[in-house]
Each structure stands twice: as C-alpha cells, then as structure tokens.
C-alpha cells in the first residue's frame, strides 16, 4: 500500500469515527403507540365532575381528537372546550385566547366548574397558565365565576393515565379545605377504570354501610339514559362539596401499584390533612380483590357482607370448572399499566401465562408491579414499558400467544395471528359497551374469567375440523 493510500484510508477511518459515535444508540420512533394523550385523561376527569367544562389549553384539533376517543368508546356526546390556538397565538402566546375561551364557556354553559388542562403547543412555548388563571380570577372577582382548576398536561410528560391522575390530585389539592369535624366518607380514587366499575364500588361502599366520594364518577355523564333535548352539562358527576371534604375524610383508597411512589391526591390529603391513604392495586383476581375488601372491613370495623362472600365462592368454583380449559395458555396483556397488573394477576391465579406484558406507561414500576401480584411468572414473562403496538406485533410473532388481552388497538395483531381478542379497558371502539364492562371486584373479575374462557372455546370451536358443539 503506498503512502498516499494510506494516508487516504486513515483519514476515511478518522471521520467515519466522527460521523458515526459508536456510543450513541440508534433512535426508533413510536409505531401506532400503546398509550393515547395526557390531556384526554384529564377531560375524562372534569367530565366526572358535577356542572364541570373539560377546557384546553391549545388547538381545537387537540380537542376534536380527544373528544373521538371518548365518545366511540362511550357512545355518549362529550363536549371538549378549547382556546383554538393560531399561528400567531404559537408565537405570541395564547392568554388572550384562554380569557375568551373561559368567558364564552362560562356565558354557554354556566358550568361550576372549568377544568383546564394544557396541550403540548402551549406548553412548548412556555405558557405559565397557572398564573393566567389566578390573573383572570383576579380580574372576574365582582363577577360570577365558576371555580377553576388548572393542571399541567404536555402528552410528552406521560400518558392518558398520567393526566388522568394528575388532574385529580389538582382537583383535590384546589378544592378541598379543612374540614371543622372529621366526616365519616371515604374517599374511593379508582383511577382510570370503566362506568359500570364506579357503580359498583359505589354498591361495595354502601353495602359495607360506607359513605363513600369516588373521583371522578363518570358513571352517569359517560353512560347516561337516553334524553329527550340534549344537556350541555349532563347530570350526575362528584359534587364539587364532595370534594371540598376530602379532608375531612376517615380514610382514601386509592387503586394503582404503577403510581404508588408518586404524588397523588391520596399521597396529597394525607400529607397535607393527614387522611390515611390505603394505596392498592387494581382489584382484579381473587388476591388483590382480598387485599380491597379487608381494607374496607377495616375501616367499616364490619364483616364481609354475605353476598361479596358468596360470589368470592362462586368465583373460586368457576376457577375449578374452567381450568381445564385454560391451564398453559399464552397470552399476551397489553394497556394501561394498572390495568396489566390487575390482568397480570388474574391470569396468575388461573394458570394462563402471560408471556408479554406491555404497556406505553413509563413509571418505571411494571415489572415490579408484576413481580408482586404474580411471583410465579417472571421467568416466563417478558416485560415491556413505554412500548408501541409495532414491537408488540414484532413480539407476539415469536411468543406465539393463545389470545390477547387488551384494548380495541389490539386488534390488528390478533387477527394477523389468527386468535381471539379479549376486549378490556380503553378504548373500545369496535364493538358497543366498552363502558359497561366490568373489571373490578369479585363480579368483574368473574365475568372477565368467563370472557377469557369463552374465547378459548370459541376459537378451538372454530378452528376444529368436526366443529363439535359439546365440551
């Protein structure tokens, strides 16, 4: 090799070094996402509060894209508000929208609340919306003005469930206040979970003879009966005096192991008031449905009623009659983070291995989460946080699953691989009902059981040369 070319060939070397870091890993976008926006969460919240407006801060379309979600889940009207930013708002800021945009909505549809939550424009160009609502308070004191409430929600910082959970902690830590004498309530925090759950844990309470706050509670402004005229702010929600006596509750349950180390509105209301926070997974199973109904025994100072009694036994004797049926099948959990948990120790306790557990979260708490609720798995399970449904179906080739488990998003994967879809969680848009499925407790868990082994049968049904029709 002569000089020249070697010299050459040395400096080619040089600025391949400089061109290509071999340090720096290779950047993968996100694929059809497994999580949806922070702000919809936060919608869905002050959609649960009583004579509430859900309020962005930012670009109509933001809010056209979350009300769609919502509604083809709940099959409802949802009404979203929003500044509608423009190209000058971008650049100049947005105040002088959100002061028209909250005196138009309080014009329309004289709300008690407005809930505002922020998009990621705003955010971006680093909007102190915080202070422009103290500011446009400030400005309407001689004027009726519905209580506001703000909450930071950029969809770069977290997932729908983080909104969801952070407009909560800001609607506790805006509206409650020190109680004079201690309240006999508990709060119910369920997190992000269906309208027939909330009804149901309102049931629990009541038959555990519990006067209960459950926020938010949608289960009647999402999954209302059907109206003559329609209302601009349906009927039902958390009243907002409800709230104002978090403070002064005996105690806050609040579900999700993903959120356990975070500031929440339990952590809040027990740090601030001193109301005892019992922090639980989702009760979904027979193990976390446990660790639910002794908490109540022990704040109620009651037994278990019979009837909760009775379908736990039911539920175990299903467990005997369908494990022949699901013993060793594979399946892969996918969704909120809370919601793979819960499902992760369902099927623990049934047999079925889930071999995938996948969620858009980055709490950083999944796998441990799961290693809690199903000690036996983690050497078969495969653990995936802050995932896209791209890798999810990259994935599931190789894992070679019986069913899925998951949200309507799902739905493309399992019929690439020819298995059933168990619909659970949001969104549902494929099929009617999404709202009314239950989830939680010894019932929903009993119907999720029943679910997951229907389809089962179905699909070997289906799939069988002699299509018998007797198992």
């Known amino acids: 090799m002569s000089a020249d070319t070697s010299a050459v060939t040395n400096m080619t070397a040089s600025l391949n070094i400089l061109q290509k870091p071999a340090a720096l890993p290779s950047y993968v976008s996100t694929r059809n996402a497994c999580k949806l926006c922070a702000p919809l969460g936060a919608s869905l919240v002050f959609r649960g509060i009583e004579g509430a407006v859900p309020f962005l801060h930012g670009s109509q379309g933001c809010a056209t894209y979350m009300r769609r979600y919502i509604i083809s889940h709940f099959r409802e009207p949802m009404d979203i508000a929003a500044s509608g930013f423009s190209e000058s708002s ?14 138009n909505v309080t014009a329309q549809y004289k709300p008690s609340m407005i809930g505002v939550a922020t998009t990621c424009l705003c955010e971006t160009i680093g909007e102190d919306v915080a202070a422009m609502v103290r500011e446009y308070q400030e400005a309407q004191i001689d004027l009726p003005t519905p209580q506001l409430v703000h909450v930071s929600t950029p969809s770069y910082s977290g997932t729908h469930v983080d909104g969801f959970h952070a407009a909560v902690r800001s609607v506790v ?19 992000m979970v269906s309208a027939a759950d909330i009804r149901y844990l309102k049931e629990i309470a009541e038959d555990f003879e519990l006067s209960s706050i459950v926020l938010p509670d949608y289960s009647e402004t999402l999954d209302g009966p059907a109206l003559d005229a329609y209302e601009k702010i349906p009927a039902g929600g958390t009243p907002i005096q409800g709230i104002r006596s978090a403070a002064g509750a005996r105690a806050s349950i609040e579900f999700g192991r993903s959120i356990r180390q975070r500031d929440t509105a339990a952590a809040f209301l027990e740090s601030t008031f001193g109301v005892r926070a019992h922090r639980l997974g989702l009760p979904i199973g027979i193990n976390e449905t446990d660790r639910f109904f002794s908490t ?32 060793g099948k594979r399946a892969i959990v996918y969704g909120e983070e809370d919601l793979v948990v819960g499902l992760a120790a369902l099927l623990a306790e049934i047999g079925i291995i889930p071999v995938l557990c996948a969620s858009g979260g980055k709490s950083g708490a999944l796998r441990q989460s799961i290693a809690e609720v199903a000690p036996s798995s983690p050497g078969v399970t495969e653990v ?3 995932t896209d449904f791209m890798s999810i179906g990259e994935k599931a080739k190789l894992l070679k699953p019986d069913l899925l488990i998951g949200n309507s998003k799902g739905y493309g994967i399992a019929r690439d691989l020819g298995i059933p879809l168990v619909r659970v969680g949001f969104p549902i848009h494929d099929r009617i009902g999404g709202q009314r499925i239950l989830h939680l407790g010894y019932r929903g868990t009993q119907q999720l059981f029943d679910r997951i082994v229907n389809a089962l049968l179905e699909h070997k049904q289906q799939t069988s040369e002699i299509g018998y029709s007797y198992m």
């Open 384 to 386: 995936c946080d802050y």
């Open 296 to 327: 109540l025994k022990d704040i109620a100072d009651r037994p278990v009623p019979r009837q909760h009694e009775m379908e736990r036994e039911r539920l175990i004797d299903s467990y005997v009659d369908g494990h022949k049926y699901v013993f």
């Open 90 to 103: 971008a650049i100049f800021g947005g105040g002088e929208n959100l002061r028209r945009g909250l005196q």
């Open 173 to 191: 830590a805006t509206l409650a206040t020190p109680e004079p004498e201690p309240s006999h309530h508990v709060n119910l925090l369920p997190g």
